[in-house]
Protein backbone atom coordinates (compact mmCIF):
# COMPACT_ATOMS: atom_id res chain seq x y z
CA UNK A 1 0.00 0.00 0.00
CA UNK A 2 1.34 3.52 -0.80
CA UNK A 3 -0.01 6.64 0.83
CA UNK A 4 -0.13 9.96 -1.72
CA UNK A 5 0.12 13.05 0.23
CA UNK A 6 -0.14 16.80 -2.10
CA UNK A 7 0.57 19.70 -0.47
CA UNK A 8 1.36 23.51 -1.58
CA UNK A 9 -2.43 24.29 -2.97
CA UNK A 10 -4.02 27.65 -1.77
CA UNK A 11 -5.18 31.09 -3.06
CA UNK A 12 -3.32 32.74 -5.47
CA UNK A 13 -4.43 36.01 -8.14
CA UNK A 14 -4.48 35.29 -11.46
CA UNK A 15 -1.33 35.64 -13.35
CA UNK A 16 -0.04 34.12 -10.10
CA UNK A 17 2.14 30.95 -9.45
CA UNK A 18 2.19 27.78 -7.11
CA UNK A 19 4.07 24.62 -6.67
CA UNK A 20 2.12 21.74 -5.56
CA UNK A 21 4.29 18.53 -4.27
CA UNK A 22 2.69 15.10 -4.30
CA UNK A 23 4.66 12.93 -1.06
CA UNK A 24 4.83 8.81 -1.75
CA UNK A 25 4.87 7.28 1.47
CA UNK A 26 7.60 4.53 0.44
CA UNK A 27 9.92 4.14 -2.33
CA UNK A 28 8.28 4.84 -5.87
CA UNK A 29 10.29 2.35 -8.45
CA UNK A 30 7.64 0.62 -9.10
CA UNK A 31 5.13 3.22 -10.49
CA UNK A 32 5.69 3.36 -14.46
CA UNK A 33 3.91 6.56 -14.48
CA UNK A 34 2.38 9.93 -12.18
CA UNK A 35 -0.20 12.12 -12.92
CA UNK A 36 -2.08 15.22 -11.65
CA UNK A 37 -5.72 15.34 -12.45
CA UNK A 38 -7.88 18.58 -11.22
CA UNK A 39 -11.90 18.19 -10.65
CA UNK A 40 -14.39 21.30 -10.46
CA UNK A 41 -17.00 20.39 -8.43
CA UNK A 42 -20.00 18.94 -11.12
CA UNK A 43 -17.24 18.08 -13.80
CA UNK A 44 -15.53 15.10 -14.20
CA UNK A 45 -11.41 14.23 -12.95
CA UNK A 46 -9.21 15.45 -15.71
CA UNK A 47 -5.76 15.05 -16.66
CA UNK A 48 -3.35 17.86 -16.34
CA UNK A 49 -0.22 16.50 -16.92
CA UNK A 50 2.32 13.06 -16.75
CA UNK A 51 5.23 12.19 -16.70
CA UNK A 52 6.54 8.48 -16.74
CA UNK A 53 9.53 6.41 -15.64
CA UNK A 54 11.38 7.35 -18.18
CA UNK A 55 10.92 11.06 -17.61
CA UNK A 56 8.92 11.61 -20.51
CA UNK A 57 6.06 13.88 -19.96
CA UNK A 58 2.27 14.81 -21.19
CA UNK A 59 -0.25 18.16 -20.94
CA UNK A 60 -3.33 19.03 -21.96
CA UNK A 61 -4.06 21.57 -24.08
CA UNK A 62 -5.20 23.96 -21.41
CA UNK A 63 -2.04 23.89 -19.13
CA UNK A 64 0.84 23.63 -21.99
CA UNK A 65 3.28 26.16 -21.56
CA UNK A 66 2.50 27.30 -18.47
CA UNK A 67 2.36 23.97 -16.40
CA UNK A 68 5.75 21.68 -15.39
CA UNK A 69 5.48 18.07 -14.08
CA UNK A 70 8.60 16.79 -12.66
CA UNK A 71 9.89 13.78 -10.56
CA UNK A 72 12.39 13.56 -8.33
CA UNK A 73 12.83 9.85 -7.32
CA UNK A 74 15.42 10.24 -4.15
CA UNK A 75 12.43 12.00 -2.53
CA UNK A 76 9.94 10.15 -3.66
CA UNK A 77 7.74 13.10 -4.59
CA UNK A 78 6.81 14.39 -7.85
CA UNK A 79 5.85 18.26 -8.45
CA UNK A 80 3.59 20.62 -10.54
CA UNK A 81 4.93 24.03 -11.34
CA UNK A 82 1.89 25.85 -12.07
CA UNK A 83 3.01 29.81 -13.54
CA UNK A 84 0.46 32.01 -15.05
CA UNK A 85 -2.67 30.88 -13.39
CA UNK A 86 -5.98 31.37 -14.62
CA UNK A 87 -9.04 31.62 -13.07
CA UNK A 88 -10.29 28.34 -15.08
CA UNK A 89 -7.68 26.75 -12.91
CA UNK A 90 -9.54 26.54 -9.94
CA UNK A 91 -10.32 22.82 -8.46
CA UNK A 92 -9.10 20.25 -6.72
CA UNK A 93 -5.53 18.63 -8.01
CA UNK A 94 -5.57 15.00 -7.40
CA UNK A 95 -1.60 13.25 -7.41
CA UNK A 96 -1.80 9.39 -8.97
CA UNK A 97 0.65 6.91 -9.16
CA UNK A 98 0.21 4.29 -11.98
CA UNK A 99 1.68 1.13 -11.37
CA UNK A 100 1.34 -2.62 -13.09
CA UNK A 101 -0.94 -3.60 -10.81
CA UNK A 102 -3.14 -1.06 -9.28
CA UNK A 103 -3.63 3.03 -9.05
CA UNK A 104 -3.01 5.03 -5.90
CA UNK A 105 -4.34 8.76 -5.26
CA UNK A 106 -3.98 11.17 -2.80
CA UNK A 107 -6.30 13.16 -0.42
CA UNK A 108 -6.40 16.05 -3.18
CA UNK A 109 -5.19 19.76 -2.83
CA UNK A 110 -7.57 22.83 -3.36
CA UNK A 111 -6.05 25.64 -5.49
CA UNK A 112 -8.30 28.47 -6.12
CA UNK A 113 -7.86 30.98 -8.57
CA UNK A 114 -8.61 34.36 -8.02
CA UNK A 115 -9.46 37.36 -11.30
Known amino acids: QVQLVESGGGLVQAGGSLRLSCAAS????????FGWHRQEPGKERELVASISSGGKTNYAESVKGRFTISRDNAKNTVYLQMNSLKPEDTAIYYC?????????WGQGTQVTVSS
Open 96 to 104: KMMTSYTNY
Open 26 to 33: RSTSSAYA
